[in-house]
Nanobody, 124 residues
Framework: QVQLGESGGGSVQAGGSLRLSCSVS????????MAWFRQTPGKEREGVAT???????DYALTVNGRFTVSRDNAKNTLYLQMNSLHLDDSAMYYC??????????????????WGRGTQVTVSS
C-alpha cells in the first residue's frame, strides 16, 4: 500500500514561485508513473504534470514552460517547481500514482492513489 503526502503549498504573489513536494511511503518498490493534479471548488480535477518510470515528463498546456515536475527516487519524493505563477494557478494541488511505469495521461480516473492535497493561493 502506497501513501502520498503533499507539502509546500502556500500563498504567493502573481509572478512568484513555489515548490511542492510529495512524499511517497509504503510499498515504494518500482518506478511508477506519478502525477500532479489540481482542483478548485466546483471544477473537475485537472491534470497538471506527469512523470513516468523513466523520468519522461508531460505537461498540461496551461503550465507548460512554467512548471517542472521531477522525482528523487532515492528520497521517494516527487516535486513540482512552479514559476511565473498566475492567479488562475490557485487551487488545491494533489499528487497521484498508479501501479504502472507508463502514464495514463491527464485524466484523473486511472490514478488509484492520491494524497490529501496542499493549497496554493496566488494573489495580485
Amino acid at each position: 500500500q502506497v501513501q502520498l503526502g503533499e507539502s509546500g503549498g502556500g500563498s504567493v504573489q502573481a509572478g512568484g514561485s513555489l515548490r511542492l513536494s510529495c512524499s511517497v511511503s509504503g510499498d515504494t518498490t518500482g518506478r511508477v508513473c506519478m502525477a500532479w493534479f489540481r482542483q478548485t471548488p466546483g471544477k473537475e480535477r485537472e491534470g497538471v504534470a506527469t512523470i513516468d518510470g523513466d523520468g519522461v515528463t508531460d505537461y498540461a498546456l496551461t503550465v507548460n514552460g512554467r512548471f517542472t515536475v521531477s522525482r528523487d527516487n532515492a528520497k521517494n519524493t516527487l516535486y513540482l517547481q512552479m514559476n511565473s505563477l498566475h492567479l488562475d494557478d490557485s487551487a488545491m494541488y494533489y499528487c497521484a500514482t498508479w501501479r504502472w511505469d507508463f502514464c495514463p495521461g491527464f485524466a484523473a480516473a486511472p490514478y488509484t492513489t492520491w494524497g490529501r492535497g496542499t493549497q496554493v493561493t496566488v494573489s495580485s
